[in-house]
């Protein structure tokens, strides 16, 4: 029996984990922050839009990122949403 009351995972087990959600997290954060961008630019330049025009471009950088989850799914990266090769 061991000294902790439950068992704690290797250090090298916590630090791949760390690196591959650290890539994950930076590929979403970045994808989602060009797809926004990208709908505001094609939502607002040609409208004079308000506050809730405006939230449907979040709508609509939400519904790429959804999208971009699904192809991730659907090509060879499977239990994942993300693009990056071995996450």
């Known amino acids: 029996m061991s000294d902790t009351p439950f068992p704690l995972p290797s250090t090298e087990t916590v630090i791949k984990g760390a690196r591959t959600y650290a890539r994950d997290l930076a590929e979403r954060v970045t ?21 809730w025009e405006a939230a449907a471009v979040g709508g609509v950088g939400a519904a790429l990122s959804l999208l971009k989850g699904l192809v991730a799914r659907w090509r060879d990266v499977t239990h994942s949403a993300s693009l990056a090769k071995g996450v």
């Open 31 to 51: 994808a989602t922050f060009l797809q926004t961008f990208v709908g505001g630019l094609v939502l607002t330049q040609p409208f004079d839009i308000g506050m």
